[in-house]
């Protein structure tokens, strides 16, 4: 087999050519030729050196554009791994153990075949490994189509998870029983349609982004959305865990398993809200307050608005707790939020600080006399008997109420509004003991 000899010497490039144009009409490459299954040679430095005229045919290479190139750059990254294992393993054995590989066509699709190596390191005329190769594309297409595993249908398809796939456009090839389930979808209503067409609105740009990068991505890409049901309403969310199978010549798209998260996402909620409001009066928190003071002031700054901001404390709450209780104190709080948040308008804010001290915070035109509008009705809210079983309890408040100026922020402007409540205390108690 002195082609194949010879074609294990010299530049890569030359033995690419010499290959090409040698008119070999041995037995021994004819033999080659007419192997049942293509076959290449690979010499000592996993290059290959020679490949049956079956080859060109297979991959739609032209021989001189593969012979002399490193093997791995036409298998598939993702199974570089496995390729170099088992060509370490052959060095071992005479003949290697079937693998499943992709390799890259002249197109530039990949082709499934099942790889098998025979050692002839040893082999003078060779020095290298011969290997057969076995299109299963085909095979695996069919298996796929035909569902020939059934208990690896009936997984898929009796998950409890959405698992559906789609192709690099974004079309719906495929989905698993746990869709129909979950979205009443019927499936001659699915596949085939953009997958985007069965998410909610406000999700379906952020969906398009992910599946973007994970065109551009082998690692596993996460997003969040929520689907609709086929009556209309949006479901509560889930997570989309989308794998880049577009180089599989057997997907040639994204598989993607959605996983219900509303438990996540209310237990998500719940510690949202418990960042940013009170615990024992629902109002909002300081660190809520703090932040739609900054957004009130830049909305307003040099505007036809204002932002005005009330500062409660109450009087004679002290005496509520000390003479029925702590528990009596907190149902007297919980009542007054609800009155306060009857008082406020939309886009206005309610909050508690904390013990007896409230804050209002409104935006109003200029020319309206904000200031004494809320004052009074939290007065009143404040003055207004509350009923605890056979008891009637009596509170009143000071109040400090300002108005933003250009420059203030959210704690300067909370800063001057305490300063106001007591000062308003001050005359209160001078008042009574006069």
């Known amino acids: ?253 994204y598989v993607v398993t959605a996983h219900d998260i509303s438990e996540l996402d209310d237990a998500r909620r719940s510690l949202e809200h418990l960042a940013t409001h009170d615990p024992l009066t629902g109002l909002a928190n300081r660190v809520l307050l703090t932040s739609r003071l900054r957004e009130l002031l830049a909305d307003t700054d040099g505007g036809e608005e204002t932002v005005a901001l009330l500062f409660i404390d109450l009087d004679g709450f002290k005496q509520v707790n000390d003479a029925l209780g702590h528990h009596a104190g907190d149902e007297v709080l919980v009542r007054l939020a609800e009155r306060l948040s009857t008082v406020v308008q939309p886009g206005d804010v309610a909050a508690r600080l904390g013990g007896d001290e409230f804050v209002m915070v409104a935006r109003r035109p200029v020319h309206t006399d904000v200031m004494a509008e809320l004052e009074a009705s939290c007065l009143e809210a404040v003055r207004r008997p509350f009923m605890l079983g056979p008891t009637t309890v009596k509170l009143d408040g000071s109040v400090g109420v300002v108005v933003a100026g250009y420059a203030d922020t959210p704690d300067t402007l909370l800063a001057r509004a305490d300063r106001a409540m007591y000062i308003t205390k001050r005359e209160r108690r001078r008042a009574a003991r006069d």
């Not at 040679?41 to 050196?49: E, F, K, Q, W, Y």
């Not at 390729?83 to 990949?110: C, E, L, N, Q, Y």
């Not at 086929?230 to 577009?246: E, F, S, W």
Request: with cysteine.
């Open 1 to 253: 087999m002195t082609a194949v000899a010879d074609a294990l010497y010299g530049d890569g490039v030359e033995r690419a050519a010499a290959v090409e144009n040698r008119h070999d009409t041995s037995a021994a490459r004819r033999l080659f030729d007419l192997l049942p299954d293509p076959a290449v040679l690979l010499g000592p430095d996993n290059r290959l050196v020679d490949a049956s005229s079956s080859v060109e045919e297979l991959l739609g290479w032209r021989r001189a554009d593969y012979v002399g190139q490193d093997v791995l750059n036409l298998i598939h990254p993702d199974d570089h791994r496995l390729a170099f294992i088992a060509v370490t393993k052959m060095r071992h054995t005479d003949v290697g153990a079937p693998i499943d590989i992709r390799v890259a066509t002249a197109d530039g699709s990949w082709r499934y075949l099942e790889v098998v190596a025979r050692n002839l390191y040893d082999d003078p005329e060779v020095r290298g490994l011969l290997v057969c190769l076995r299109d299963t594309t085909q095979r695996r297409w069919y298996e796929l189509e035909q569902d020939s595993d059934e208990r690896f249908r009936l997984i898929v398809q009796h998950a409890a998870g959405l698992l559906f796939r789609l192709d690099v456009d974004g079309v719906v090839s495929s989905v698993s029983g746990g869709w129909i389930r979950a979205l009443g979808h019927d499936l001659e209503q699915v596949v085939g349609l953009p997958v985007i067409r069965f998410v909610a609105p406000a999700d379906r740009q952020r969906l398009v982004a992910e599946l973007d990068r994970a065109r551009r991505s082998r690692q596993v890409s996460h997003v969040e959305a929520r689907f609709v049901h086929a009556d209309g309403t949006v479901l509560t969310p889930y997570d989309l865990a989308i794998v880049n199978l577009v180089d599989d010549p057997l997907v040639r798209g």
